[in-house]
């Protein structure tokens, strides 16, 4: 499931501002549309792999499929194409890779690694909550490795997603020990990744832009994780079950995940950080909603309250009080205008967000209320005979 974690690069680049600058698309196509690309891709590959390994349940074995389709999709595009030009730019030599590339991509191995075998474990649901505190493990790195100094009123601002995370694993119906300790671990690892990056390749000629990084990085984690598959997997895996899930899905599969890399590239430098943060956040939510459809993966209400904690925390470390102060006026004003000028357009608006919100407090509390009154029902039957 290296596309899950394909997902997690995607989204660290565009959260961070690490990515370089590709060749701009074509400035008639309106941003929102990149955005949609972006969203539409990321929440296609997550539920894609969560289905696959449901099916069969080889997660270090998809991770090497992964990378390999990515390493030989970079390297025939690097060739016979000029998207990958960019490379070029990037003093990259053979110790300079294998100083720096290479433990770096071992980190990102085992992030994959231990981020694919939580799909195994726990809900999709669940691990996106839990993913939210990337940000704490990533800032709490750097203060450890001395990147950055301390800040008492950061780890006050970050407290708020730990506790709204805790709040939402206490309500976690199908919790399990060893699925959260696996994503615990590549959150921790990914964290050490990206301290590594701003160690190691923090100076401006090593920024690149998602494909670039992936033919880079790729070949290093297509060997780690293949070693990894060679001892654990691989003795159980057999053609039996390469056919049942079938080879067109498995290339399927690796498409999407490319295909998202290729999506990031378009949406680099569309649009503001402010709207991105917002994006990814809307991202999450619709994650979270669509494995409670297609998945029936159960959420409380709990666990509602807890993840809207760690997500107010989450937008407000990474915007300050300032850019969303600014950021609410900007919305009134939009909504005010678009209310005045379009005053039927707003009303059926409304209703639908009120639908939503209808729909979406049925899929909670709905079977919960369902079941309470058929038992209740079934206790008088009984008392009654």
């Known amino acids: 499931m290296a596309a899950k974690r394909s997902s997690s690069e995607a989204d660290r680049k565009l959260e961070s501002g690490t990515g370089g600058l590709p060749s701009k ?230 498409i999407v995940a490319f295909l998202l890399n290729v999506s990031v590239v378009l949406l680099i430098g569309q649009t503001s950080a402010v709207v991105l943060t917002m994006s990814g956040v809307l991202k999450d939510i619709l994650l979270v909603v669509a494995s409670m459809v297609i998945f029936r993966d159960p959420v409380t209400g709990q666990q509602f309250f807890g993840y809207s904690i760690a997500l107010a925390g989450l937008v407000y470390y990474r915007l300050g009080a300032e850019k969303m102060q600014a950021l609410a006026k900007d919305a009134r004003l939009q909504f005010g205008q678009f209310r005045y000028n379009n005053p039927a357009r707003t009303r059926v608006l409304v209703n639908l967000a009120v639908f939503v919100v209808v729909i979406l407090g049925l899929l909670v509390w709905g079977p919960t209320l369902l079941g309470g009154r058929l038992e209740a029902t079934a206790g008088d039957a009984s008392q009654r005979i």
């Open 25 to 254: 698309p074509d400035r008639r196509i309106h941003p929102a549309f990149f955005i949609t690309l972006w969203i539409f891709m990321s929440s296609s590959v997550i539920l894609f792999n969560k289905w696959v390994l449901a099916t069969a349940k080889f997660a270090l074995f998809l991770t090497t499929w992964h990378m390999v389709f990515a390493t030989a999709t970079t390297q025939i595009m690097a060739r016979f194409t000029k998207t990958l030009d960019s490379r070029h730019k990037v003093p990259m030599n053979a110790n300079i890779y294998g100083r720096s590339i290479v433990p770096i991509g071992i980190m990102f191995s085992f992030s994959l690694i231990c981020g694919n075998m939580a799909y195994l474990y726990l809900s999709v649901s669940f691990i996106q909550m839990l993913k939210a505190t990337n940000a704490v493990a990533t800032l709490l790195a750097t203060w450890a490795f001395r990147i950055a100094p301390p800040n008492v009123k950061v780890l006050g601002n970050v407290s708020v997603i730990v506790m709204g995370i805790i709040i939402a694993s206490f309500g976690e119906i199908k919790f399990d020990l060893t699925g959260f300790i696996y994503q615990v671990s590549g959150i921790l690892f990914e964290a050490l990744r990206l301290v590594m990056v701003q160690r190691l390749l923090s100076s401006a000629e090593f920024k690149m832009d998602p494909l670039v990084s992936l033919y880079y990085y790729a070949p290093a984690c297509a060997v780690t994780n293949g070693i990894f598959t060679m001892f654990i997997e691989l003795p159980r895996i057999t053609m039996v079950d390469i056919y049942s899930l079938g080879i067109g899905t498995l290339i399927a599969n690796a």
